[in-house]
């Protein structure tokens, strides 16, 4: 059975930084790409950024609104993908998703999700 | 960056009815769209991916259609458990979303 397990939130303050983590269970994680969407209280889903398998260079893309500040890399010896959050702002306020996806160069269609993490920017 | 529009973004419906929701792209984006769906307190659920192929296990009342710039997810006879609210996505871009209540 396919699983992803999102941990790392939590509460913490503007300027300072924080690392989700996504473990994966169930599937070959090497095998594919990895999205990170959030979704702020009460508003829709967003797009925050991407990583390719390594087999497609394990290159990354962002979302404008986190270029720069935000990182994500993975470890596949131990299926887990990461999401490196700096200079946190409050609007970074979020339930943070990591799922599996679908296609291989664009970050397309995601089929597996984790439950989320809350992340709380917040002095 | 291509900006996606649902519409309606909120509908009323009874058991029974059919219900359509449309995405609309700003660009043409041939057939890479899905739909998810979401209900409160959890993560989304992938329906329909390449615009129209079903996701395994998702019941086949669930239908999409379209290519270019405009989208849609149909449902054919709603149940219970579809009150939720629906998100297209095209790569780096979801819509605002659509929430389908009970009439």
């Known amino acids: 059975e396919v699983q992803l397990v999102e941990s790392g939130g939590g509460l913490v303050q503007p300027g300072r930084s924080l690392r989700l983590s996504c473990t994966a269970s169930g599937f070959t994680f090497g095998d594919y790409a990895m999205t990170w969407v959030r979704q702020a209280p009460g508003k829709g889903l967003e797009w925050v950024g991407f990583i390719r398998s390594k087999a497609y260079g394990g290159t990354t893309e962002y979302a404008a609104s986190v270029k720069g500040r935000f990182t994500i890399s993975r470890d596949d010896s131990k299926s887990i993908a990461y999401l490196q959050m700096n200079s946190l702002k409050t609007e970074d306020t979020a339930m943070y998703y990591c799922?599996?996806?679908?296609?291989?160069?664009?970050?397309?269609?995601?089929?597996?999700w984790g439950q989320g993490t809350l992340v709380t920017v917040s002095s | 960056a291509i900006q996606l529009t649902q519409s309606p973004s909120s509908l009323s419906a009874s058991v029974g009815d059919r219900v359509t929701i449309t995405c609309r792209a700003s660009?043409?984006?041939?057939?890479?769209l899905a739909w998810y769906q979401q209900k409160p307190g959890k993560a989304p659920k992938l329906l329909i991916y390449d615009a129209s192929s079903l996701e395994s296990g998702v019941p086949s009342r669930f239908s999409g259609s379209g290519s270019g710039t405009d989208f849609t997810l149909t449902i054919s006879s709603l149940q219970p458990e579809d009150f939720a609210t629906y998100y297209c996505?095209?790569?780096?871009?979801f819509g605002q979303g659509t929430k389908l209540e009970i009439k």
């Open positions: 996505q095209q790569t780096y871009t």
């Open positions: 799922s599996r996806v679908l296609t291989v160069v664009t970050p397309g269609a995601s089929d597996y």
């Open positions: 660009q043409g984006i041939s057939s890479a």
